[in-house]
């Protein structure tokens, strides 16, 4: 049962617009959402979390979105740049008696084409 | 300051074989995670140790285990290798028993013949 859901496995955008990744959980008792950036050969890198009491998390060109009544997190990336380009995982997590685990989409990957 | 550091980088081996993965945490982190990602899947949690102590598992059978040593590094061990078991292993570290983000190593690419 796939608890964290990445429907689009791919994503292409041109350089300086707007990239939105989205991801969709089933589990109610996620309460810590997290976005990993990761390219190849190397471990995935934090991007940016938010928890279930805020529904936006900014850093940077980084927005995080909660919708917790859909069950649906995006992240949005603006201006895309060519270094964005990535495989991007969203994953959540219980704050409290979860075990610190981690559950993990099966990843977007992002190209920004010039 | 270093990240998360896992050896070896790659390694080869054949079916029923046993072989052992290790990961140094960032420093002053205690805790340690291991993930399994197989082709084609996401992530899957597999282990996570606190202070010497593994405080949760993932669904993997017994043939994966673990430890963690003192200076919180921590080894990975895998027995009776099966074809599947092939992946890319990674070792995250975070501060501790709170929700601490979990940071990664490069991993480690297995591949069972």
């Known amino acids: 049962d796939q608890q964290v859901k990445q429907n689009s496995p791919s994503l292409s955008v041109q350089e300086g617009r707007i990239s939105i990744l989205n991801c969709d959980y089933t589990n109610s008792m996620f309460d810590y959402f997290l976005w990993y950036k990761k390219y190849p050969a190397e471990g995935p890198t934090f991007l940016i979390s938010i928890s279930s009491i805020k529904d936006k998390n900014e850093d940077g060109r980084f927005t995080v979105f909660l919708n917790k009544s859909a069950k649906h997190l995006s992240l949005h990336i603006v201006p895309s740049q060519p270094g964005d380009s990535a495989v991007y995982f969203c994953?959540?997590?219980?704050?409290?008696?979860?075990?610190?685990?981690?559950?993990f989409g099966t990843g977007t990957q992002l190209k920004v084409e010039l | 300051e270093a990240g998360v550091t896992q050896s070896p980088t790659h390694l080869i081996k054949t079916r029923g074989q046993q072989v052992t993965l290790r990961c140094s945490p960032i420093?002053?982190?205690?805790?340690v995670y291991w993930y399994q990602q197989a082709l084609g899947l996401g992530l899957q949690f597999l282990l996570w140790y606190d202070e010497g102590e593994e405080r949760n598992r993932g669904n993997f059978p017994p043939r994966f285990s673990g430890r963690q040593f003192p200076n919180y590094s921590s080894e990975l061990n895998v027995n009776a290798l099966e074809l599947e078991d092939s992946a890319l292993y990674l070792c995250?570290?975070?501060?501790?028993?709170?929700?601490?983000?979990?940071?990664f190593g490069p991993g480690t690419r297995l591949l069972v013949l």
């Open positions: 994953a959540a997590g219980v704050l409290t008696g979860g075990g610190n685990k981690l559950t």
């Open positions: 420093s002053g982190h205690t805790s």
């Open positions: 995250a570290s975070s501060l501790g028993l709170t929700k601490e983000t979990q940071y």
